[in-house]
């Protein structure tokens, strides 16, 4: 069995969660918090003078935000992976931390197990990426992503891949009203046959109501809106 030895730092600003975060990455087999930083610049220090492989990040930071610093990472092209654990829920954070290359967003407060999911789906790809060429098969492993509803957990059918299923799900979110598979394709610059697979596997598995619109002319328009969590 390999023995995974996967370099962590810890970036917040609270010597409380910077504790109790330790404790629960310690705990995950193969992984080591070896090394914290309570700001920005004290993390970009450190990410130059000593290699981790993963960083836990919280966005609000006293000298820039966490959100501003990934950015600084990319630019900087520090070879890093991010999980994101912080409090902050805006729909427009949270698409831009997955545009700068987080590889899961964990909102606090949280709970160990799904923290040990993260660390664990994070491990997978980082067995995968020691290899110095994946086939199609490990590649479509690693774009698949575990969806927990309730407590079924299923993973995304083949040819759908995590980044723009959570795209075409934090588009919703962040309009806060319905849309067609056309909007959303022309939102995120998907084709609109794309969007509709995506909005519709969402119908699917129930995060998802659709409705149709009906207009004096023309097909009726079927449009889309997160359901609410009390809605049967």
Same mark, same amino acid.
């Given at each position: 069995m390999e023995i995974l030895n996967i370099r962590v730092l810890i970036i917040e600003d609270d010597p409380m969660v910077i504790e109790v975060n330790t404790q629960f990455v310690n705990n995950v087999p193969g992984f080591q918090v070896c090394g914290t930083a309570k700001t920005s610049g004290e993390a970009l220090k450190k990410l130059r003078d000593a290699r981790y492989h993963l960083a836990l990040l919280d966005i609000y930071l006293p000298d820039m935000d966490g959100v501003t610093l990934l950015r600084e990472i990319r630019k900087k092209g520090i070879g890093i992976d991010v +999980?994101? &654990?912080? =409090?902050? !829920? @805006?729909?427009? +954070? +949270? !698409? *831009? &931390?997955?545009?700068?290359? =987080? &590889? @899961?967003?964990? +909102?606090?407060?949280? #709970?160990? *197990?799904? $923290? #040990?999911?993260? $660390?664990?789906?994070y491990a997978d790809m980082h067995k995968c990426f020691q290899k110095s060429v994946l086939n199609q098969s490990e590649l479509d492993k690693l774009t698949m992503t575990r969806i927990t509803s309730g407590r079924e957990t299923e993973t995304l059918p083949k040819g759908l891949n995590q980044v723009t299923f959570k795209q075409v799900l934090i588009c919703l979110l962040k309009e806060g009203n319905n849309l067609s598979a056309e909007e959303v394709a022309g939102k995120l610059g998907l084709a609109r046959v794309t969007a509709r697979r995506y909005l519709e596997y969402l119908e699917s598995i129930g995060k998802v109501r659709a409705k149709f619109q009906y207009g004096s002319v023309g097909r009726p328009v079927k449009r889309y809106f997160i359901k609410n969590e009390n809605e049967n």
């Open positions: +999980i994101m &654990v912080t =409090a902050a !829920q @805006d729909a427009e +954070i +949270i !698409q *831009n &931390v997955f545009r700068y290359g =987080a &590889v @899961d967003y964990i +909102i606090k407060p949280f #709970k160990f *197990n799904r $923290l #040990k999911r993260a $660390l664990e789906s």
